[in-house]
């Protein structure tokens, strides 16, 4: 095990305790530390770019809770918005007036839908879109691909079979094969493998169901020329292409990823960002799919908290700062300067080290090259990972807690020269101790 040098005793204590009440001491896996050294940190406050954990000791923030944060801790509009929500009540499970200025801002800022419905997690938004591409089209089947995440849906908890079998196999103990078995996975960057697949299924199959930005196994950036590709043979399928952006969705532009790339998809799911850092997501489409939800069409989806006004108001004083035309150009060019001066110096020192980022994402990538496929992705330079990300956390960098997750910057560190600064500094560092011990 690493050795630590700053105090974690407190964060320890409650580790300890917290393993009393929760599996494995929480209450979402990867915060265990699983795959990093030391128990994980016990946060007792953020504010801007840093969070402090129960020792005291303060980081510099790159996780933002995996991302809603894009606006760093305790944003001040957002907070005094949502205290002054609050003293009306809470949840009244009846239409509010927040719901609709959340819901008018976000479609007359997005081209690519018309009609949303919001739920309360990523996972939900998902489930929902991958119901509604079934009930609309009729077809039960759904393709996915390898190395992308959408949340903890039975459906998609799935890999891709061994050998020629193209159907997947559950990667969750407690997900019928029957249900895996709906599902295809094939490997992501690799036109021929969808051809071939629908040519054989495509009249099964309601939906593909992609990442446009895949970031949670790595940053998988993908080729726009293939995300046309996969807009075109929907089309000539009739199959349903949903975009699920709860990671890319008003992180690499207001639009997500389909601004980014120009591309329409037909149902687009959103989370993270949407709700400000409170439990908000959303799906979203063209009025014509959209009308199939219940309680207009005969696809059911509900939710008790759904659109509560306190989380509408968060997500909505999130959303109104990010719409400032500066805002996404500004994030991107800062994150370049953090990826172009860690791969620079990678290459000074000859670590193997590549940086893919977009928008305000960046990942520390132990290659070559940056790589499209989580096949190629090196395993066994997760080692790099584990030591980096001990050796940040003694000199006060939070990194998120395993070497297949991306990092997000946020505006108040993208706004502060000497942090970022400081931080990049910090993080050549970690490489030298990562890579020569
Ligand atoms: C985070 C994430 C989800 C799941 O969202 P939760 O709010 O954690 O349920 C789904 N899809 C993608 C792309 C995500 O990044």
């Given at each position: 095990m690493l050795k630590d040098r700053i105090k974690r005793t407190n964060s320890e204590v409650l580790f300890s305790e917290a393993k009393q009440y929760f599996p494995g001491g929480?209450?979402?896996?990867?915060?265990?530390?699983k795959s990093v050294s030391g128990a994980p940190l016990f946060i007792k406050k953020g504010s801007g770019y840093t969070i402090t954990d129960e020792d005291d000791n303060q980081y510099t923030d790159f996780c933002n809770s995996w991302g809603p944060l894009i606006l760093g801790h305790n944003n001040e509009a957002i907070r005094e918005a949502v205290i002054a929500t609050i003293h009306n009540g809470m949840s009244f499970g009846t239409p509010t007036n927040h719901g609709n200025e959340l819901g008018k801002f976000i479609l007359d800022h997005n081209r690519y839908i018309d009609r949303i419905r919001f739920v309360s997690s990523g996972t939900e938004a998902v489930m929902s879109a991958i119901r509604l591409a079934r009930g609309y089209t009729g077809r039960k089947k759904i393709i996915k691909f390898e190395g992308c995440y959408h949340g903890h849906v039975d459906a998609l908890m799935v890999k891709a079979g061994s050998g020629l079998a193209t159907f997947g196999v559950s990667t969750s103990a407690g997900i019928p094969e029957s249900f895996a078995q709906e599902t295809i996975v094939l490997p992501l960057d690799d036109e021929k493998a969808v051809e071939q697949c629908l040519e054989t299924h495509a009249a099964d199959v309601a939906c593909i169901i992609i990442e446009p930005v895949p970031a949670n196994n790595g940053l998988l950036l993908q080729r726009k020329a293939y995300l046309e590709f996969l807009r075109e043979i929907c089309d000539k399928h009739n199959v349903l292409l949903i975009f699920d952006e709860v990671i890319s969705g008003f992180r690499?532009?207001?639009?997500?990823a389909a601004g980014y790339y120009g591309i329409e998809p037909d149902l687009i799911t959103y989370g993270k960002i949407i709700g400000g850092g409170l439990p908000v997501g959303a799906f979203g489409g063209k009025q014509a799919i959209m009308e199939h939800v219940a309680p207009l069409g005969a696809v059911y989806q509900a939710g008790t908290l759904s659109a509560n006004p306190v989380a509408m108001t968060a997500g909505l004083s999130c959303l109104k700062q990010l719409i400032d035309p500066d805002f996404y150009p500004f994030m991107a060019k800062k994150t370049n300067e953090l990826a172009d001066a860690l791969e620079a110096y990678a290459a000074e020192k000859g670590y193997v080290l590549t940086v893919p980022r977009i928008g305000s994402i960046f990942w520390l990538c132990f290659s070559k090259e940056a790589v499209r496929t989580s096949a190629a992705i090196n395993a066994d330079s997760m080692e790099y990972f584990k030591i980096l990300h001990h050796e940040l956390l003694q000199t006060g960098v939070y990194l998120g807690?395993?070497?297949?997750e991306v990092g997000f910057l946020s505006a108040p560190l993208a706004h502060d020269q000497a942090a970022l600064d400081q931080a990049i500094e910090l993080m050549k560092k970690a490489l030298d101790i990562a890579f020569q011990g």
């Open positions: 929480v209450n979402s896996p990867v915060r265990a530390f690499v532009g207001f639009e997500g807690p395993s070497g297949y």
